[in-house]
């Protein structure tokens, strides 16, 4: 039976409508790294899209095929970006530019030896910044053209 105090007010649960505010500035979290190598460069990003403690995409990369470069840019050899990055650049520092070790040589990363680094560097990131997760996107351009692969990090 249908209680006589519904049909006195139709629709009372129905709330006005609520504004939301987007901004496309707004912090999405995540961390991207780039290294220059002897013959090849490389970019590494985590997939996690969040905002505050909700993650929106656990599939959102943050780089994209490349484009022709406009403008001017800062020539670095590796540099790390983002919600990690505080935790990622000393590491860089260190291992790819021997800062605070006394008789560092400078000797050129191999290929393969930078990728198991950096996903070293984005394994411990991702157990200590909630922004950076999922699985990370490492692309490498040579002078034979550009490869991706993705290795899974952890998903909480």
């Given amino acids: 039976m249908m209680d006589p105090t519904m049909m006195s007010e139709p629709l009372s649960d129905y709330k006005a409508p609520m504004q939301v505010h987007f901004s496309p500035y707004e912090f999405n979290g995540g961390t991207i790294l780039a290294i220059a190598g002897e013959d090849y460069a490389l970019i590494a990003t985590d997939t996690r899209l969040s905002q505050g403690f909700s993650i929106h995409s656990r599939d959102s990369p943050k780089t994209y095929p490349f484009f ?89």
């Fill in 68 to 156: 022709d470069p406009v403008g001017s840019y800062e020539r670095e050899v590796f540099r790390a970006k983002g919600s990690a990055s505080a935790m990622l650049q000393p590491l860089l520092d260190n291992q790819l530019g021997g800062k605070n070790q006394q008789g560092y040589q400078k000797t050129p990363m191999p290929l393969k030896q930078c990728i198991a680094m950096v996903k070293d560097v984005f394994t411990s990131a991702a157990e200590r910044d909630i922004y950076t997760g999922d699985s990370i996107v490492i692309s490498v351009v040579t002078k034979d053209g550009t490869k991706s692969e993705q290795f899974p990090l952890r998903k909480d």
